[in-house]
């Protein structure tokens, strides 16, 4: 961190006209009685608070001859509801270098509106609601506390942030977890500078969106208006890739005395060249001589393209220890990973590449950003959007996709932070975005038997659990991660409604792949039925069915993301008393989604004479990802399983 502030303190030293300081704040209409007499937000009923007005103001400037950056902000919300007190408290984290900080916080100002006997009253924010605090050698943490704050109260505050490093200013979030009704910002710098601004979710949603040119400045103007919250919710990897913001990146700059400006920013054949030619990366994928009497017995079993592949696949699999950590551009060569026996994920599969081509199998490098720290920019290569390696390979003429990392995942299984979207091919004359896939998926088998215990109201019950693919790893990677006791308490918790469950586990510490994983839970359901005089009224499945619906919200501007293609089979055989008989239950059904995109089949079958009811409910997702115009498709699918689920069993006494 020192050699690089050092470099861009020296980059950027040289004697220029000083840009305008932008220090003041422009006018916000002042805060009403009517502002604090509302008690709702119009435009969404549920909302906890709202930002009324979310301002930012950003601008490069020459300071002692070196360019830095600052950050303007004032932020004013309306507070509706206990939960969102939460708001009142900021918290800001400074990185320090030899001692002193990087950036500096200045002009911190601070105000609670309340509406005390019909009146405004106005609290400061002082200097004892200012903390700061020590995190540790290289890192320190400045926060403060709007004071009296309550349910109806208004708050806003105000800071500059001063930064040696302009090269890379900060996002602009005009949307968060709470709605909005004016987000602006202003980015102003010097013409010698050229930024790229990216977009991202905001096409078509500006009010103002301008870039003004004069003689020493470039001067850039965005205004949202009536921006409804964007909420973390089920099954999406991360909803920051949907997050309506505006991200800078300094691509180029000239200085006086320069004869040619600065290149910072790469396209995409730049881009590819770099990977392709780096000693780290392109380069590194050379043959590993100390492998080669490993892979002639290999070979000299006369193995077909597939089976040989898969030995490769295994032998490191199995005989090389994963290291953490995600990187792009690996530490170490592939000759050393060997040696070492170990390696990150992305080394071991830049040395399972080199093997791979060393028996004769075409594998290139296919590079991702993993699960959750956001979607790469197709527009524009970025290095920080990519952290991982994976291997593609074409195999007797089918695209295969492998990661050597965890020993418990099959061939072609991915791990669960490799299952993304996209990937992109680092192939000489042939790099190109390829859609991810793999054939297994998370397969899960509930078999439940249920006895009743008459007239009190409980159930004797036991639940198998097994899976298949993706399904069977986590039930072991859990296991792992977890250890025997924290699993075992945590599947009791999980299943909250037996009392006192005893488990039982069968093929969880194994580390064969291809052998099934499974888990028995035995106990007490209480109150799993009631009765009405001679009418007994029980749930069509009393465990394991769906209680809320995993999608509650009637809209969604982002996919919905299973990880893996989705299956869940449940079997519950109920065994009902004898003195009692079956008057209703609940009706079959059987609904698809479209394109054949999955399905739920549900039904209800009286066997043994009407002494035992089977129960089947299969839900089907044949797509890890169903992007928005499917969302309504999925949400119906599971309103349909939520409501039969929750149906009833009528049983009368005889």
């Given at each position: 961190m020192k050699k690089l502030l050092l470099l861009i303190i020296l980059l950027f030293q040289i004697n220029v006209i000083k840009a305008q300081s932008f220090t003041h704040l422009p006018s916000f209409r002042p805060v009403t009685l009517a502002d604090l007499q509302s008690n709702k937000y119009d435009k969404d009923s549920s909302a906890e608070a709202y930002y009324m007005q979310n301002f930012g103001h950003t601008w490069v400037y020459d300071e002692l001859n070196h360019y830095e950056i600052a950050y303007q902000v004032f932020v004013r919300i309306k507070i509706l509801k206990p939960s969102a007190f939460k708001l009142a408290t900021y918290e800001r984290f400074f990185a320090k270098e030899n001692r002193q900080l990087?950036?500096?916080?200045?002009?911190?100002?601070?105000?609670?509106?309340?509406?005390?006997?019909?009146?405004?009253?106005?609290?400061?924010?002082?200097?004892?609601?200012?903390?700061?605090?020590?995190?540790?050698?290289?890192?320190?943490?400045?926060?403060?506390?709007?004071?009296?704050?309550?349910?109806?109260?208004?708050?806003?505050?105000?800071?500059?942030?001063?930064?040696?490093?302009?090269?890379?200013?900060?996002?602009?979030?005009?949307?968060?977890?709470?709605?909005?009704?004016?987000?602006?910002?202003?980015?102003?710098?010097?013409?010698?500078?050229?930024?790229?601004?990216?977009?991202?979710?905001?096409?078509?949603?500006?009010?103002?969106?301008?870039?003004?040119?004069?003689?020493?400045?470039?001067?850039?103007?965005?205004?949202?208006?009536?921006?409804?919250?964007?909420?973390?919710?089920?099954?999406?990897?991360?909803?920051?890739?949907?997050?309506?913001?505006?991200?800078?990146?300094?691509?180029?700059?000239?200085?006086?005395?320069?004869?040619?400006?600065?290149?910072?920013?790469?396209?995409?054949?730049?881009?590819?060249?770099?990977?392709?030619?780096?000693?780290?990366?392109?380069?590194?994928?050379?043959?590993?001589?100390?492998?080669?009497?490993i892979l002639n017995r290999f070979l000299a079993k006369k193995l077909d393209t597939l089976t040989l592949a898969k030995e490769v696949y295994h032998y490191i699999r199995d005989n090389f220890r994963h290291l953490s950590g995600y990187e792009l551009i690996p530490d170490n060569t592939i000759t050393k990973v060997f040696d070492q026996k170990a390696g990150t994920g992305t080394e071991l599969n830049l040395l399972l590449i080199s093997l791979l081509r060393q028996v004769g199998i075409d594998a290139y490098p296919l590079i991702i950003n993993t699960r959750g720290n956001g979607r790469p920019w197709k527009e524009f290569p970025a290095f920080k959007r990519f952290d991982y390696t994976l291997v593609y390979a074409q195999i007797q003429g089918k695209s295969i996709f492998l990661d050597a990392s965890n020993r418990f995942l099959k061939w072609e299984m991915l791990p669960r932070y490799c299952m993304v979207s996209e990937g992109r091919l680092i192939k000489q004359d042939d790099c190109k975005w390829i859609p991810i896939t793999s054939p297994a998926k998370a397969v899960t088998l509930v078999n439940i038997q249920v006895n009743f215990a008459q007239n009190t109201g409980e159930i004797d019950t036991e639940i198998d659990y097994?899976?298949?693919?993706?399904?069977?790893?986590?039930?072991?990677?859990?296991?792992?991660?977890?250890?025997?006791?924290?699993?075992?308490?945590?599947?009791?918790?999980?299943?909250?409604?037996?009392?006192?469950?005893?488990?039982?586990?069968?093929?969880?510490?194994?580390?064969?792949?291809?052998?099934?994983?499974?888990?028995?839970?035995?106990?007490?359901?209480?109150?799993?039925?009631?009765?009405?005089?001679?009418?007994?009224?029980?749930?069509?499945?009393?465990?394991?069915?769906?209680?809320?619906?995993?999608?509650?919200?009637?809209?969604?501007?982002?996919?919905?993301?299973?990880?893996?293609?989705?299956?869940?089979?449940?079997?519950?055989?109920?065994?009902?008393?004898?003195?009692?008989?079956?008057?209703?239950?609940?009706?079959?059904?059987?609904?698809?989604?479209?394109?054949?995109?999955?399905?739920?089949?549900?039904?209800?079958?009286a066997q043994n004479e009407g002494k035992t009811i089977i129960v089947s409910s299969q839900l089907q997702f044949k797509k890890a990802i169903y992007e928005v115009e499917a969302y309504q498709s999925v949400r119906q699918i599971f309103d349909l399983v939520l409501g039969k689920h929750r149906e009833q069993i009528v049983l009368q006494k005889q």
């Open positions: 990087i950036d500096r916080i200045k002009d911190i100002k601070g105000k609670t509106y309340n509406l005390v006997s019909g009146q405004i009253e106005e609290i400061e924010l002082t200097s004892k609601d200012i903390f700061k605090s020590k995190i540790d050698s290289e890192t320190e943490k400045l926060s403060f506390v709007l004071p009296k704050v309550q349910v109806g109260s208004i708050i806003e505050y105000s800071y500059v942030v001063h930064s040696p490093i302009p090269f890379n200013p900060e996002d602009w979030l005009f949307q968060n977890e709470f709605p909005t009704e004016v987000s602006e910002y202003f980015f102003e710098y010097p013409k010698n500078f050229s930024y790229r601004a990216i977009e991202q979710a905001t096409e078509g949603k500006f009010d103002v969106d301008t870039c003004l040119v004069s003689k020493r400045m470039v001067s850039c103007h965005w205004i949202m208006r009536d921006i409804p919250a964007i909420r973390k919710e089920e099954f999406a990897a991360s909803t920051d890739d949907y997050v309506r913001k505006l991200h800078f990146e300094l691509i180029e700059y000239i200085m006086p005395g320069m004869s040619d400006s600065k290149k910072l920013a790469f396209d995409w054949p730049s881009f590819d060249n770099y990977l392709l030619e780096s000693k780290l990366f392109g380069k590194s994928i050379v043959s590993v001589e100390a492998a080669q009497p097994s899976g298949n693919d993706y399904q069977s790893a986590i039930f072991r990677i859990e296991y792992l991660l977890l250890g025997k006791e924290k699993y075992i308490e945590a599947l009791k918790k999980r299943a909250d409604v037996i009392e006192k469950p005893v488990v039982s586990l069968s093929g969880l510490d194994s580390t064969n792949t291809e052998s099934q994983a499974s888990i028995r839970l035995k106990g007490i359901v209480s109150e799993a039925y009631h009765e009405s005089d001679k009418f007994l009224y029980l749930k069509a499945l009393p465990v394991e069915g769906i209680k809320e619906h995993p999608l509650p919200n009637p809209m969604r501007n982002f996919p919905v993301d299973f990880t893996y293609p989705q299956e869940k089979i449940i079997t519950c055989r109920i065994n009902i008393p004898d003195n009692y008989k079956i008057i209703e239950l609940p009706k079959s059904v059987r609904a698809s989604l479209p394109n054949d995109g999955g399905r739920f089949v549900f039904t209800v079958q």
